[in-house]
């Protein structure tokens, strides 16, 4: 234990909270911290070097930004094993929407366990090779399960494993979209599918509200070729589309002839998953289920539900044209994962977490200033103005934590002014909680 420690301020010049962070890597290098080593709590330290509160915090921020020290909540801050420390530092927020890092979660040890066996086991030499564009049986049979375990029921057959959500989505458009084809979507929109649909050169059709209503009013005036929807919250507005408006939606879609493409990243966090709107209109639907944004980004294996074999098979080729295949090893954990119960658990661990984290956010903002979903980790900001947005989005940054504003995901000309913040990825709670109490201040 090391709270006695104090970092001598003459020794160096400069901005008191750099000083002490420089200290703080003087003293892990020289041996005076040792690995699992408590610093002092941020409050006594403050008191004894007689300097304000927000510098020791700042200086610990440093130092944990530089892969030195790591947060274990209230029992305060400790030097990480020097192996953690050879690696580098931690990864910092990008931006990117992705599951928070679990706080005593299982991840690691499963994957590590799971690929040995996997590589261990009779004949483990073929999970290296090249496989099926489309998937091996086994993969493509737990994708039917994870299907009908969400209410739409599938056969392996119409089942296509892709490697991710985003190559899902490109070999969907290149199976079922032309050039010039109307695709409905809501006014604020996952980037990377409006990255593809710009480049394949769609029109989007923004509708105020996805509902049954707004399409419909959409489709007596245009030819719609497809929706686009995430219908359990959206990215970024986190807007969950009721069961019944699911229905009432797919009734529109079937008495058009209008395609499904349902980017469903988040569903299995649900507490109770909704049925998907594929279900109500399966000849329509064409579903994504992703394992990057329930369980690891790193995961790169996402299993779509095609309305047909026949549909599956050219489903097929535009991924083999463009990846390949999916990652084998990867499609394997996933497999064994739905068959020993670890599936499930991991799942679990991200949904808790995401929970533990929306209520930071509830104690840390006032309620009704932002839009979130129970088991969500992202939140929708609006804020009165640019000025507003860069002051939130700058204070964020400072915590490290980032936003991504209202125009990044704007299909049409918008003039929303919104943030969306992630609460996930590898900040810890306690990072979050000061993140969110400084986005605070900057609400209406």
Not at 302 to 324: C, I, Q, W, Y
Not at 427 to 436: E, F, H, P, S
């Amino acid at each position: 234990m090391a709270d006695g420690w104090i970092p001598d301020l003459t020794r160096t010049r400069g901005a008191k909270y750099v000083v002490i962070a420089d200290a703080i890597a003087n003293a892990v290098e020289t041996g005076a911290l040792r690995s699992g080593d408590r610093l002092p709590p941020q409050r006594d330290l403050a008191a004894r070097l007689g300097i304000d509160l927000t510098t020791v915090t700042k200086a610990y921020e440093q130092a944990r930004s530089a892969g030195l020290i790591g947060a274990r909540g209230r029992a305060g801050s400790f030097v990480l094993p020097q192996d953690a420390i050879a690696a580098g530092p931690p990864p910092r927020d990008t931006g990117m929407n992705m599951p928070p890092e679990v706080e005593g979660g299982t991840l690691l040890a499963t994957w590590e366990r799971t690929a040995s066996a996997l590589l261990r086991a009779p004949g483990a030499g073929g999970r290296l090779h090249y496989a099926p564009a489309g998937g091996r049986e086994a993969d493509r049979a737990a994708g039917a399960e994870i299907f009908g375990r969400m209410g739409l029921a599938s056969e392996a057959g119409q089942v296509v494993v892709t490697a991710g959500a985003q190559s899902a989505l490109h070999a969907i458009i290149g199976a079922t979209l032309e050039r010039g084809d109307v695709v409905a979507c809501g006014t604020h929109v996952y980037p990377g599918f409006l990255a593809l649909a710009r480049r394949a050169r769609l029109r989007l059709a923004p509708l105020a509200c996805v509902e049954a209503d707004a399409l419909e009013a959409l489709c007596r005036t245009t030819t719609v070729a497809a929706l686009y929807v995430v219908p359990t919250n959206d990215n970024p507005t986190t807007v969950t589309i009721a069961a019944d408006d699911r229905a009432a939606l797919a009734r529109v879609t079937q008495r058009h002839g209008v395609r499904i493409i349902e980017d469903d990243a988040y569903g299995q966090l649900a507490e109770t998953p909704i049925a998907p709107l594929s279900s109500f209109a399966p000849e329509l639907g064409w579903y994504v289920a992703s394992l990057s944004k329930t369980i690891s980004p790193a995961l790169r294996v996402a299993h779509v539900r095609t309305p047909s074999v026949a549909d599956a098979l050219a489903l097929a080729a535009e991924v083999h044209d463009a990846n390949v295949m999916p990652p084998p090893l990867e499609a394997a954990l996933a497999t064994r994962w739905l068959e020993d119960g670890s599936y499930d658990r991991l799942i679990g661990e991200t949904r808790t977490e995401a929970a533990a984290r929306q209520a930071i956010a509830a104690e840390a903002l006032p309620a009704g200033r932002y839009a979130a979903q129970p088991r969500g980790y992202h939140l929708w900001v609006p804020l009165a103005d640019e000025r507003a947005m860069a002051k939130a989005a700058s204070a964020l940054r400072e915590a490290g934590m980032m936003a991504i504003p209202a125009t990044s995901f704007a299909a049409c000309d918008s003039n929303a002014r919104a943030l969306r913040v992630s609460l996930g990825g590898a900040i810890d709670r306690d990072g979050l909680r000061r993140g969110l109490t400084m986005l605070a201040k900057h609400l209406p």
